[in-house]
């Protein structure tokens, strides 16, 4: 069984930063690629960013310039740059490893303040 474990969320003022991480038990290269995902109150699910094994990265419109998606495959670990945080990027992330089987995280809150 595949545990996906983020950490990293909290509170911050708009324009602040954090770091998300998630940490993947077992080896990170069984997965074709990893993803964020968020929901924020009220919202679906959205996908935010992806990076494949070539460590390719793709992102949402909204978050581009101000995320980085990357990944440190010694660790076990893809993380989540965030800066220039605003009010709308408030939700719950989530990690998503796709492979021939699909895991997600439990979720890591964050929450941007005026």
């Known amino acids: 069984q595949v545990h996906l474990v983020e950490s990293g969320g909290g509170t911050v003022q708009a324009g602040g930063s954090l770091r998300l991480s998630c940490t993947v038990s077992g080896s990170i290269f069984k997965f074709n690629f990893m993803r964020w995902y968020r929901q924020g109150p009220g919202y679906q699910r959205e996908l935010v960013a992806s990076?494949?094994?070539?460590?390719?990265?793709q992102y949402v419109d909204s978050v581009k310039g101000r995320f980085t998606i990357s990944r440190d495959n010694a660790k076990n670990t893809v993380y989540l740059q965030m800066n220039s945080l605003k009010l709308e990027d408030t939700a719950v992330y989530y990690c998503k490893a796709i492979g021939t089987v699909t895991y997600w995280g439990q979720g890591t809150q964050v929450t941007v303040s005026s």
């Open positions: 990076i494949y094994r070539d460590r390719s990265t």
